[in-house]
């Protein structure tokens, strides 16, 4: 049974970095046709895609953060992580690692960690 | 990129009834692209339906899936009491995936 664990600072300063990490342990993180992704959701709101990363290291932003995010792949801890620059109050939320399967030409996350807030303020 | 929009925002009902949620997309989509989870306060998401019909392992079969093109279908044919949460459509073009924004089911 395959699980996800988010682990990072829960408060980062306006104007730093945030940096989470993704242990994945009951499976391979070297799967083919699996693609680890970051999701996160502002309280009170919608889910929202930040970026996904296929083993191989190949990676997949949403346009409109792509150029504060970086998502990189350490196969041999069995961990993915995130990192978004120059954070505001309007990057404070749950993020939620996840799983990406790909069928066919779909694609869905079927499984996801507990989720971690991570506040920005001074 | 691919816009999607759930309707209604929120869904009042009571236990044994039936629900009906919509996602619809701002272009046409292929299904196997249409995925919808569940999310209870304080909780992930949970995978429902993937490909627009198919449900994941462990859902229950008062769950279904349908639709194409543009506009998709969640039904829950019997209300338990368990499924009074909120619901995400997300759609995958290849490589982005999207999420709509939720459809809260409350009770009456």
């Known amino acids: 049974h395959l699980q996800l664990q988010e682990s990072g600072p829960g408060l980062v300063k306006p104007s730093e970095t945030l940096s989470l990490t993704c242990s994945v342990s009951?499976?391979?993180?070297?799967?083919?046709?699996?693609?680890w992704g970051w999701i996160r959701q502002p309280p009170g709101k919608g889910l929202e895609w930040i970026g996904s990363?296929?083993?191989?290291?190949?990676?997949y932003y949403k346009p409109s953060l792509q150029s504060r995010v970086t998502v990189s792949v350490d196969t041999s801890k069995s961990q993915f992580s995130l990192r978004l620059n120059s954070v505001t109050a309007a990057d404070t939320a749950v993020y939620y690692c996840a799983r990406g399967i790909r069928v066919s030409s779909g694609g869905h996350f079927d499984y996801w960690g507990q989720g971690t807030l991570v506040t920005v303020s001074s | 990129e691919i816009v999607l929009t759930q309707s209604p925002g929120t869904l009042s009902l009571s236990p044994g009834e039936r629900a009906t949620l919509s996602c619809r997309a701002s272009?046409?989509?292929?299904?196997?692209?249409l995925a919808w989870y569940q999310q209870k306060p304080g909780q992930a998401p949970r995978l429902l339906i993937y490909?627009?019909?198919t449900r994941a392992t462990g859902i229950p079969d008062r769950f279904s899936g349908s639709g194409s093109g543009t506009d998709f279908t969640l039904t829950i044919s019997r209300l338990e009491p368990e499924d009074f949460a909120v619901y995400y459509c997300q759609q995958f073009a290849s490589p982005s995936w999207t999420f709509g924004q939720g459809t809260k089911v409350e009770f009456k």
């Open positions: 272009q046409t989509v292929t299904s196997s692209t």
């Open positions: 990363i296929y083993y191989l290291g190949t990676t």
């Open positions: 490909g627009a019909s």
């Open positions: 009951g499976g391979s993180i070297s799967n083919t046709g699996d693609y």
